[in-house]
């Protein structure tokens, strides 16, 4: 069974703070893919980044970073200078790439709110 | 290209009544998905669809039914509605390209049952 993790209910941040979101994640899979997603208060589902296990390189779009690590099983979210329109649950999730489904297992979210 | 649509927006059931959550998408993607959203929870899947035809269960199908007559739409059934059944409902799709491939959702639905 796979499952993800973050352990982070609920975190506030001053504005132009930056603050890491946390996910790990537990597979048996050689092969998988982890997404981050944003959930706006609005409640629509936002698809941030993919990342297939065997790319280990860092991301950085912008404010957003993304930090892979097999060894640890971890897959952490960093927002530089957190804005006011970053307040959001943020959700990890996983797809086996050898599941007939290709279902996303997501963790609980973490709520992050950016006060001004 | 409206994406991924869902209707209604927001519904009120009594318990014990039915009703059919629709989904649509117009990207012809062939991967098709029902999930559920409960306070302060991820996502779990309650059925999906790999093409017209073709359903399948998900981690939490009891209570709901579905049908993939189209490409296009997927509705969702809830026969007999309970409490429980208080949640948000989104759809999503998905090309049948590879595992790695963005679910786009729609905006979901929410359903209280009292």
Redesign the interface.
């Known amino acids: 069974a796979q499952k993800v993790t973050q352990a982070q209910t609920e975190i506030s941040v001053v504005e132009k703070e930056d603050v890491t979101l946390d996910c790990v994640y537990e597979t048996r899979d050689t092969t998988y893919y982890l997404f981050w997603y944003k959930q706006p208060p609005s409640g629509e589902l936002v698809f941030l980044i993919r990342r297939n296990s065997f790319d280990e390189q860092n991301e950085i779009s912008g404010r957003y970073s993304w930090n892979f690590q097999k060894s640890t099983s971890s897959f952490n979210f960093t927002i530089t200078a957190s804005q006011v329109v970053d307040s959001a649950v943020y959700f990890c999730a996983l797809i086996r790439a050898g599941a007939g489904s290709y279902q996303l297992t997501f963790g609980k979210g973490t709520k992050l709110s950016v006060i001004p | 290209n409206a994406g991924v649509t869902q209707t209604p927006k927001f519904r009120i059931l009594k318990i014990g009544q039915s009703m059919t959550l629709q989904c649509a998408q117009d990207m012809n993607h062939n991967?098709m998905?029902w999930?559920r959203q409960d306070p302060?929870?991820?996502?779990?899947?309650i059925y999906?669809s790999?093409g017209a035809g073709i359903t399948?269960k998900?981690e939490v199908p009891n209570g709901y039914n579905v049908s993939r007559s189209t490409t296009e739409d997927f509705p969702l059934r809830l026969e007999l509605a309970a409490p429980s059944q208080t949640s948000?409902y989104?759809c999503a799709s998905?090309q049948l390209a590879?595992?790695?491939?963005?679910?786009?959702?729609g905006?979901?639905t929410?359903l209280t049952v009292l």
Not at chain 2, 40 to 45: D, E, H, P, S
Not at chain 2, 98 to 105: I, N, V, W
């Open positions: 991967y998905y999930y302060g929870m991820g996502l779990k899947l999906y790999v399948d998900g948000v989104f998905r590879g595992p790695g491939d963005e679910q786009f959702f905006p979901g929410r």
